[in-house]
């Protein structure tokens, strides 16, 4: 979701709402962060660009720059302020919905209407509480899309700049224990009109110039949000995904070294590298991975694949894990060949006593599966999707692991 702070300023045209390809704004107004993210959050799952406000002159600050669809209005507290939020947007000419959020039958809430119909303001029905994900999603229907927002081809120098990109979070979990073992740090980029957009949208070729910026924003932002991790839960183990040819950079590894945290709960960053990058290049990567070591960085190999023979005859194995590529994880229970495949990975791991990831989980029958031949960790939808930072630290860090349907 988008803090207040970080808004960036821009002109959107009206629009209306409905079926369209620009994604609804909303801003959601309560007094308590707490609550105000978890409404953004759920709303964001819903389709929406989700901002915050705790006051009427944060409202004020955020209309000058944003013309929002809607605004949910929280009244648990005391009611002046929201007094004042519905005199501001009437101000304002705000042109949207307000949905109220309310105990039923409270004063308050008929206090709020009212003022709300006398302003002018259109205001759907009180969403009343308690309330869950679906009674939400069916106070907010009329405004959710109904058609995708659009993938729009991106410039990576664009989007550095305006401080569009960060970083997504999906957690890794260990196959016996059902205890998490870190995340895979996943870019994202935050468009300020198509939402959330992808990867493909916006990665550059390999050997752009692009591609070793974003590889350094990366580096940086995976260490600011390890300490914000550590100061809300604890330590927790990330990884992330650089090119070879990053690592082939002196300078740039210097630098990489640099910037590892002297903080006594550090237990390393795990950079995750292409399989056919490693096997092109694989005594040069070898020599590089067994100096890094002593930095507290460690290397896996990602996107293990039918070619795994080639790392057989390696003599030295600095390699921390090898990690199954998807295509031969997602659906393998009921698949022979896949799972023949995988059984050579493991074997191949185990005789250098490196641990393994089955990349893909998407069932509990693939989950089964990965136990039954032997997997250290598994990470894949079964266990949830990649999220944003703070709705990471809030769900992903502090609820038990669950294996959903």
């Given at each position: 979701m988008t803090d207040l702070a970080a808004a960036h300023p821009l002109s959107v045209p009206p629009t209306a709402f409905g079926r369209r390809n620009l994604r609804p704004r909303i801003c959601v107004a309560d007094n308590k962060p707490h609550t105000?993210?978890?409404?953004?959050?759920?709303?964001?799952?819903?389709?929406?660009?989700?901002?915050?406000?705790?006051?009427?002159?944060?409202?004020?600050t955020l209309l000058a720059t944003q013309r929002l669809d809607l605004v949910v209005l929280s009244l648990f507290a005391d009611g002046i302020e929201a007094g004042k939020i519905l005199e501001t947007l009437a101000e304002t000419g705000f042109r949207g919905k307000v949905l109220p959020i309310a105990t039923p039958d409270s004063i308050l809430a008929h206090a709020t209407r009212q003022t709300a119909r006398e302003r002018g303001l259109n205001v759907l029905p009180t969403l009343q509480t308690p309330f869950g994900e679906d009674s939400l999603r069916h106070g907010v229907a009329s405004l959710i899309p109904t058609e995708a927002p659009p993938s729009p081809a991106v410039d990576v120098a664009e989007a550095l700049k305006a401080g569009w990109l960060e970083l997504w979070y999906q957690r890794k979990i260990d196959v016996r224990t059902l205890v998490p073992r870190g995340a895979e740090a996943l870019i994202r980029m935050r468009h300020p009109t198509w939402g959330v957009v992808l990867p493909a949208s916006f990665i550059p070729e390999r050997g752009d110039i692009g591609f070793h910026n974003l590889s350094e924003f990366i580096i940086a932002r995976?260490?600011?949000?390890?300490?914000?991790?550590?100061?809300?839960?604890?330590?927790?183990?990330?990884?992330?995904?650089?090119?070879?040819?990053?690592?082939?950079?002196d300078a740039a590894m210097r630098v990489l070294c640099r910037r590892m945290p002297a903080h006594p709960a550090f237990n390393g960053l795990l950079i995750e590298l292409q399989c056919a990058e490693v096997i092109a290049d694989l005594d040069r990567?070898?020599?590089?991975?067994?100096?890094?070591?002593?930095?507290?960085?460690?290397?896996?190999?990602?996107?293990?694949?039918?070619?795994?023979?080639?790392?057989?005859?390696?003599p030295v194995f600095p390699f921390a894990e090898?990690?199954?590529?998807?295509?031969?994880?997602?659906?393998?229970?009921?698949?022979?060949?896949?799972?023949?495949?995988?059984?050579?990975?493991?074997?191949?791991?185990?005789?250098?006593?490196?641990?393994?990831?089955?990349e893909g989980i998407e069932s509990r029958a693939d989950f089964a599966t990965a136990h039954q031949l032997g997997f250290d960790i598994a990470q894949g939808f079964l266990f949830g999707e990649a999220m944003a930072p703070r709705k990471f630290a809030r769900t992903a860090l502090r609820r038990p692991v669950t294996l959903s349907a």
């Amino acid at each position: 979701m988008t803090d207040l702070a970080a808004a960036h300023p821009l002109s959107v045209p009206p629009t209306a709402f409905g079926r369209r390809n620009l994604r609804p704004r909303i801003c959601v107004a309560d007094n308590k962060p707490h609550t105000r993210a978890f409404l953004a959050d759920t709303l964001e799952d819903l389709g929406f660009i989700a901002f915050e406000c705790g006051r009427a002159a944060d409202l004020r600050t955020l209309l000058a720059t944003q013309r929002l669809d809607l605004v949910v209005l929280s009244l648990f507290a005391d009611g002046i302020e929201a007094g004042k939020i519905l005199e501001t947007l009437a101000e304002t000419g705000f042109r949207g919905k307000v949905l109220p959020i309310a105990t039923p039958d409270s004063i308050l809430a008929h206090a709020t209407r009212q003022t709300a119909r006398e302003r002018g303001l259109n205001v759907l029905p009180t969403l009343q509480t308690p309330f869950g994900e679906d009674s939400l999603r069916h106070g907010v229907a009329s405004l959710i899309p109904t058609e995708a927002p659009p993938s729009p081809a991106v410039d990576v120098a664009e989007a550095l700049k305006a401080g569009w990109l960060e970083l997504w979070y999906q957690r890794k979990i260990d196959v016996r224990t059902l205890v998490p073992r870190g995340a895979e740090a996943l870019i994202r980029m935050r468009h300020p009109t198509w939402g959330v957009v992808l990867p493909a949208s916006f990665i550059p070729e390999r050997g752009d110039i692009g591609f070793h910026n974003l590889s350094e924003f990366i580096i940086a932002r995976v260490i600011d949000d390890w300490r914000y991790f550590i100061e809300r839960n604890g330590p927790v183990d990330l990884a992330i995904n650089l090119p070879a040819s990053f690592l082939r950079d002196d300078a740039a590894m210097r630098v990489l070294c640099r910037r590892m945290p002297a903080h006594p709960a550090f237990n390393g960053l795990l950079i995750e590298l292409q399989c056919a990058e490693v096997i092109a290049d694989l005594d040069r990567i070898v020599d590089i991975v067994r100096r890094i070591r002593f930095h507290n960085i460690a290397v896996s190999i990602k996107n293990v694949g039918a070619e795994w023979p080639a790392l057989m005859e390696q003599p030295v194995f600095p390699f921390a894990e090898l990690k199954a590529d998807r295509q031969f994880v997602t659906g393998f229970s009921g698949d022979r060949l896949k799972q023949t495949v995988c059984r050579g990975i493991i074997d191949l791991a185990g005789s250098h006593r490196v641990r393994t990831v089955a990349e893909g989980i998407e069932s509990r029958a693939d989950f089964a599966t990965a136990h039954q031949l032997g997997f250290d960790i598994a990470q894949g939808f079964l266990f949830g999707e990649a999220m944003a930072p703070r709705k990471f630290a809030r769900t992903a860090l502090r609820r038990p692991v669950t294996l959903s349907a």
